[in-house]
């Protein structure tokens, strides 16, 4: 019989692939991002469901078997699933009109949702520290978007929904993980994006609006273009890197405790300032510097504080 790894291996192989899986998501965003001047989202959705799942489908098939896909839990699973997948079109319509790091910084309030909704959604007791953690994050994120002047961009809206639906999705999925094997979770949810992508493809081909006022609006409505053999190459490249993600993350959080994992997904903040400056010629100014680093440091602190109450209590 192979040995149970220690806890201490957990935490080491948990940290490698949190980090591994915000390498490839960030990655993902960016190859998003340059294609969303071209196609519409609904394409880009469905390429990367088209190459997901044949790729989490064979993997599945080959360690647990299909069967284990019809879980009793399936229904939860699901709607989870719907709810993550709003959040992340969200997500990919505010990178279309936002610098990556300022949409990256703003979907980091995720934890501050996460803290305030444990209250009255799962009874728990929010600490003080949590609150001023969530004050000072979201006091950081209107430092970046400054509502009111001239520069506020209205897909910040986008990206702080973005936020509020993968927190849903996180509490809903805390014990999920530990009941149901990761990659049932990851094909579920891989197929619900795609079919949401061809409900959202023929809505917006039905509604004949081609809005191109806005950047988001334009990445929503803009009719199907067939892809060059190059793009058609990238974005079945997002496939690819999604599900390698998908189950990174998931297994990342099976493997240690959520305090121990979730700092090492700022990780991101890295990869969005460097993508953006490689890229696509965005390199954050003052305000965007320092909103960063209000929410990172409000997190960290949240997080900091959480194992050190979990330590005291035994």
């Known amino acids: 019989m192979t040995p149970s790894p220690s806890p201490g291996d957990n935490k080491a192989r948990a940290a490698v692939l949190v980090l591994l899986a915000i390498g490839l998501a960030s990655t993902q965003d960016a190859i998003i991002k340059a294609m969303s001047g071209t196609y519409p989202v609904y394409e880009t959705m469905l390429i990367r469901g088209l190459t997901s799942l ?19 839990l399936w229904l939860r699973i699901l709607i989870r699933a ?21 949409m990256v910084a703003i979907y980091f309030t ?18 003080y520290y949590r609150w001023i953690a969530i004050v000072a994050g979201f006091a950081g994120v209107i430092v970046m978007v400054r509502p009111g002047v001239q520069a506020f961009e ?45 409900v959202i493809g023929v809505i917006a081909q039905a509604s004949g609006f081609a809005g ?3 950047k988001s609006l334009a990445f929503l409505t803009r009719p199907f273009v067939w892809p060059t053999l190059p793009d058609f190459l990238l974005l079945s490249a997002v496939g690819v ?5 998908m189950m990174s993350f998931i297994s990342a959080y099976k493997l240690a405790e959520s305090n121990f994992v979730a700092p090492f997904e700022y990780s991101g903040m890295i990869w969005a ?42």
């Open 54 to 72: 044949p790729i989490l489908g064979v993997w599945l098939a080959y360690t647990h078997g299909l069967r284990t896909l019809l879980t009793p």
């Open 82 to 102: 719907l709810i993550l997948c709003t959040a992340y079109l969200a997500f990919i319509l505010a990178i279309a009109a936002m610098p990556i790091a300022n």
């Open 110 to 127: 995720m934890p501050f949702f996460v803290a305030g909704l444990a209250g009255p959604f799962l009874g728990e007791r929010v600490p």
């Open 154 to 198: 209205p897909a910040a809206l986008l990206a702080l929904y973005s936020a509020f639906g993968y927190a849903i999705g996180q509490m809903m999925g805390r014990d999920l993980a530990q009941r149901v094997e990761p990659l049932v979770i990851a094909n579920w949810q891989n197929a619900v994006y795609f079919i949401f992508a061809g």
């Open 212 to 214: 191109e006022s806005h």
């Open 241 to 245: 890197l999604a599900a390698f993600a």
């Open 273 to 314: 300032v460097l993508f953006g400056l490689l890229f696509f010629n965005d390199f954050p100014d003052f305000w965007t510097w320092s909103g960063m680093a209000v929410v990172a440091s409000a997190g960290l602190f949240m997080l900091f504080m959480d194992r050190r109450a979990r330590f005291q209590t035994g």
